[in-house]
């Protein structure tokens, strides 16, 4: 087939065309291309780091400008955990010692008095006041304040005047006193309650009694304030009480002197 030169030039002008749209369709594929490398994921860590570098900068700059304070506030706490350290190692440690060997002549006397039942008063005022020249109870407590042996003079003082029937004084000890100790504690609490008891004042007994029984369980105060305070809850009228806190004596402490009258005391309360 022979081409004429109008045919020719109609070849070369689609020719021409369709290679501008294979280059125009080309250029779009790159660019969608580029587009489908874009990770946001990039972009959020630039975020992320940009901000915390501006944080940094801000930081940086509320320190300069507050520099002497802050050093101010450094040097403070400093002095004032360097005082500490003074005070408990130059003064409250030598008081501590000083109140625990001053005490030792107090808790012989009151130890004695609890044993010897004809001197007891004049031994527990000795303990209480002092004697040949070693404090008492009353000159720890004012001498050695904050001191251990200023709390178990405390607790020591309490029962001494709950023996000699000062049940007011012995309620205002026994409340001063403050312990973590399992046995003590309760004694204390249970204490009040004796001398609430004592003055007739029941509802306060039992619930000081009642105090001294969630503060413990173990097994020397424990069945002690149960027996109390069910024996206060009766005389009180509270049976259903009563029954509750004799049936535990009776099935937790049979074997113990709580338990002496138990099934006459829980008839007692079961029968009103």
């Given amino acids: ?82 005082a500490y350290l003074s005070y ?59 001191t251990p042996a200023a709390d178990i003079a405390t607790y020591s003082t309490g029962m001494i005047y709950l023996h000699l029937k000062e049940f007011e004084t012995a309620i205002d000890y026994l409340e001063d006193f403050e312990s973590s100790d399992p046995v003590l504690q309760p004694l204390a609490l249970g204490g009040i309650g004796d001398a609430f008891a004592e003055l007739k004042q029941f509802s306060d007994a039992l619930q000081y009694y009642e105090k001294a029984l969630s503060y413990s369980d173990n097994k020397v105060t424990y069945p002690r304030y149960l027996r109390k305070a069910g024996l206060v809850a009766l005389s009180l009228g509270d049976y259903k009480t009563a029954s509750e806190y004799f049936s535990i004596i009776k099935d937790e402490f049979s074997d113990g002197v709580e338990a002496t009258n138990i099934d006459a005391l829980l008839g007692q309360a079961s029968s009103r």
């Fill in 1 to 82: 087939m022979v081409l004429t030169e109008r045919s020719f030039q109609y070849l070369s002008y689609f020719c021409k065309h369709d290679l501008q749209i294979m280059a125009t369709y080309k250029k779009r594929g790159a660019k969608k291309t580029k587009t489908s490398q874009h990770n946001p994921e990039v972009d959020r860590t630039e975020e992320v780091f940009s901000n915390l570098d501006t944080g940094a900068s801000r930081i940086e700059n509320w320190i300069a400008n507050y520099q002497s304070q802050i050093l101010g506030l450094i040097v403070g706490i400093i002095i004032v955990v360097l």
């Fill in 88 to 146: 408990q190692n130059l003064v409250y440690a030598p008081k501590v010692a000083e109140a625990n060997t001053e005490i030792y002549f107090a808790q012989d006397y009151f130890q004695k008095g609890f044993t010897n039942e004809n001197d007891r008063d004049s031994l527990f005022q000795n303990a209480l006041n002092g004697a040949e020249g070693k404090y008492g109870f009353l000159d720890i407590i004012d001498n050695y304040v904050g």
